[in-house]
């Protein structure tokens, strides 16, 4: 039996074992490097599309203040039940990071990682998030985000098949890319061991557009940002071509 998953939805509940091999720890440290690096005071952190709660936890472990919000309730409620477990409180909100509509102005930083913004494919919904942060965040406020470069969308997965087998799941990801429209269609199917050592077949389907980063740029501009870095694969240098993960870092 096969069943077809929305985004996000029945995925959510595996997604940390098939993601075991990020480095959240590492991403935070960096995270706080380019705080640092831009000598801004940051007490509070606003997380768009913040999952599972990878980043989320560890920040506020580290006595951050932070929302996270993401689009998937399923996303949520396993952040929500780590956090429980680590006995960490977190303040989650179930928006969509195109139409935001957080209360609370004068942030010092907003954060989405993990390419969040790649999920966004038309002009008009990124730039109104841009628009959206740059209005909550307070004066000198920080906005930190990352996207899979067009490098890496269009080669690396590009048309592209992966797949991996594990002792619990195996799963087939592939990839079709449109050079038209600069979209990535992922279709991934995942076999999952149950409690009855049968396997149970999913299938779920992503989209992601592959941005360059002057268009980043353009919209960054238009918001109102002046003050910004660009820097590739967590380093501190500007992106390389063949750079798979690209970082702005926008200062109000």
């Known amino acids: 039996m096969t069943k077809i998953m929305n985004q996000y939805s029945d995925f959510a509940f595996i997604y940390d074992e098939l993601m075991n ?3 959240y720890n590492k991403w935070v440290e960096y995270i706080e490097d380019i705080i640092k690096s831009k000598n801004v005071n940051v007490k509070n952190i606003l997380e768009l599309a913040c999952g599972t709660g990878n980043l989320t936890i560890p920040l506020t472990k580290k006595n951050y203040d932070i929302a996270g919000i993401d689009i998937s309730y399923e996303m949520l409620s396993v952040a929500k039940e780590k956090a429980e477990k ?3 409180e977190l303040v989650l909100l179930q928006q969509d990071i195109a139409e935001l509509d ?8 907003v954060l989405c990682a993990c390419d969040g913004y790649n999920y966004l494919t038309y002009d008009e919904e990124i730039q109104n998030s841009f628009f959206t942060v740059y209005d909550l965040l307070k004066k000198d406020g920080i906005f930190i985000f990352d996207i899979s470069s067009f490098y890496k969308l269009s080669n690396i997965l590009g048309n592209n098949t992966y797949g991996e087998n594990r002792e619990d799941i195996c799963y087939i990801w592939q990839n079709y890319f ?3 429209e600069n979209l990535v269609d992922m279709e991934l ?26 268009e980043i740029l353009k919209m960054l501009k238009n918001a109102g940002f002046e003050d910004i870095s660009i820097y590739g ?4 240098e500007s992106p390389k071509d063949d750079a798979e993960r690209i970082f702005f870092v926008c200062k109000k």
Do not use: I
């Not at 957080?102 to 930083?109: G, H, S």
């Not at 149970?200 to 980063?213: D, G, L, M, T, V």
């Open 102 to 109: 957080f209360e609370l102005y004068d942030l010092d930083c």
């Open 86 to 88: 680590e006995g960490v």
């Open 189 to 214: 199917s995942f076999f999952v061991k149950c409690e009855d050592n049968k396997f149970e077949r999913f299938q779920e389907y992503h989209k992601q557009r592959a941005y360059k980063e002057d």
């Open 178 to 180: 449109d050079e038209t």
């Open 21 to 23: 091999d990020v480095d």
């Open 233 to 236: 694969d967590f380093t501190f």
